[in-house]
């Protein structure tokens, strides 16, 4: 079991830069493939990125790649998205999930094992 809780949400300028983190509890977080979903109001949970358990891979969704960076602290129990040069449309509800596959290279949110709670991301014009 993993629990995931998510923080560094909040309101930006458009333009303007915010660092989420996402803590995870147990000893097994280093087992696990990381990835960052977000999902805007009447809108489908959309894929952001994802890290290995090693952070040997890492992919982006083209909707943020060059802007949004994933790393990860195994010692800290902690993945990170740093998101610069926020736009409007990158409003959204932020959320970290883990997949068991360690080596998992999947952007299906249906294929990750545990969610966080989520945290709000406003971006303004």
């Known amino acids: 079991q993993v629990q995931l809780v998510e923080s560094g949400g909040g309101l930006v300028q458009a333009g303007g830069y915010l660092r989420l983190s996402c803590a995870a509890s147990?000893?097994?977080?280093?087992?696990?493939?990381m990835g960052w979903f977000r999902q805007a109001p009447s809108k489908e949970r959309e894929f952001l990125t994802r890290?290995?358990?090693?952070?040997?891979?890492?992919d982006y969704a083209d909707s943020v790649k060059g802007r949004f960076t994933i790393s990860r602290d195994n010692a800290k129990n902690t993945v990170y998205l740093q998101m610069n040069s926020l736009q409007p449309e990158d409003t959204a509800v932020y959320y970290c999930?883990?997949?068991?596959?360690?080596?998992?290279?999947?952007?299906?949110?249906?294929?990750?094992?545990?969610w966080g709670q989520g945290t709000q991301v406003t971006v303004s014009s």
């Open positions: 890290i290995t358990r090693n952070g040997g891979s890492i």
């Open positions: 147990g000893r097994t977080f280093s087992t696990y493939a």
């Open positions: 999930a883990a997949d068991g596959r360690g080596w998992g290279t999947t952007r299906l949110s249906s294929e990750y094992d545990y």
